[in-house]
């Protein structure tokens, strides 16, 4: 059975989400401030969190913070907070996704079933991709760098996933949101902005300036296994 910890500290909102959830057969732990839910995380071992981020002793950003420091459990936030920068910087810190209030349970549990298949082993048997600089080991769900395991969010993995298994050919923006978030995204390309940089600054040896996860822009990304090499110049040449 999937274990979901929901973390509000509105009843109501506590209690709609443990009725809708059991209903469904999952099991439901509950958490009304940010110390208990981070206890309950390393006690209970969720494989999902539901999160509110208006918590009564820490923020809630802090705590996708702190749970990103010891595990890889998919966060899906829900919360009051609509502007586009909160948003993001939740996602920075972690999150996996954002669902704003008011919410159709619907959606939601949607979203929720998402999430939880984001972080389910893909099975894609022995494929391992070695770039010089990194190795992506699709079957055992790993990446290493330098000979370290590199630790990615369940929403990171999924999309170096995608491109990976296209690698060399653009991957546009709504197929990456579709496979990546669900069928309900197409048009949030601020994830696609967050979560490249985050992949860029996890595994590129120059994050500003990208040699294997390529953005062509207004289009889509790419990635590139081996770098590209600049062309040698034709004799007589002038380059500018």
Request: glycine share 8%; hydrophobic share 40%.
């Amino acid at each position: 059975m999937t274990r979901v910890l929901v973390v509000d500290d509105e009843p109501q909102i506590v209690r709609a989400l443990v009725i809708n959830l059991k209903a469904r057969s999952y099991e439901v732990d509950t958490a009304h401030d940010g110390a208990t839910a981070l206890r309950l995380a390393a006690d209970r071992h969720p494989d999902v969190v539901v999160l509110d981020l208006g918590l009564p002793d820490l923020d809630g950003v802090e705590v996708i913070r702190r749970l990103r420091g010891r595990t890889r459990t998919p966060v899906l936030v829900l919360s009051a907070r609509h502007s586009s920068d909160e948003k993001v910087q939740a996602l920075d810190a972690g999150a996996d996704d954002y669902v704003t209030k008011p919410f159709g349970m619907d959606e939601l549990l949607a979203r929720l079933r998402a999430a939880v298949r984001r972080a389910e082993p893909a099975g894609d048997g022995d494929v391992i991709v070695d770039t010089g600089g990194f190795t992506v080991d699709l079957g055992a769900k790993k990446v290493t760098r330098a000979g370290k395991d590199v630790r990615l969010t369940p929403t990171e993995w999924h999309l170096l996933e995608v491109l990976v298994r296209n690698s060399g050919r653009l991957v546009g923006q709504k197929q990456l949101l579709q496979e990546v978030w669900g069928p309900a995204y197409g048009t949030e390309t601020n994830y696609l902005r967050v979560y490249m940089a985050q992949l860029r600054r996890k595994l590129e040896a120059d994050p500003s300036h990208p040699k294997h996860f390529i953005t062509e822009p207004g289009r889509g990304y790419r990635f590139q296994k081996q770098a590209l090499r600049p062309s040698s110049p034709s004799p007589g040449t002038l380059q500018t």
